[in-house]
């Protein structure tokens, strides 16, 4: 008589269950402790406004900044550490009255 490589009981099927399930809600559960795509989608649009206000010479400084701080406040969650820190960095150049504009340089590739 040969063997049965596994169980076929009731009580082997309840257990590998058990398992997926098990699996399946800590698996959910960890995905909803982080930021939501959506969330981190709007932080990045959110850096990008900020980012191009520094860029434009029309925009006061003390908008500049608001829009900093609250980027900071609500949309930083989630974001890499170095836009956190740039953000962080431009509120105090801003408070300092550091009202200078960030230039954007392109560089094109020789032909």
Same mark, same amino acid.
């Given at each position: 008589m040969s063997e049965v490589p596994f169980?076929?009981? @009731?009580s082997g +099927? @309840? @257990?590998t269950t058990v398992r997926v399930v098990g699996a399946a809600?800590? %698996? +959910?559960t960890l995905a909803a402790c982080g930021?939501? #795509?959506e969330a981190l989608h709007e932080g990045?649009? @959110?850096? &990008?406004?900020?980012?191009? #206000?520094?860029t434009d010479s029309r925009i006061a400084p003390t908008h500049r900044e608001y829009c900093w701080r609250d980027w !900071? &406040? !609500?949309y930083a969650? %989630? =974001?890499? #550490?170095d836009r956190v820190e740039y953000a962080r960095r431009r509120i105090v150049s801003l408070e300092s009255g550091d009202d200078e504009l960030?230039?954007?340089?392109?560089?094109? +590739? =020789? &032909?």
């Open positions: 169980s076929t009981s @009731r +099927a @309840r @257990r809600i800590a %698996g +959910a930021p939501g #795509l990045n649009i @959110r850096f &990008e406004h900020c980012y191009r #206000l520094d !900071t &406040e !609500t969650y %989630g =974001q890499p #550490l960030i230039t954007i340089v392109h560089r094109h +590739a =020789q &032909e």
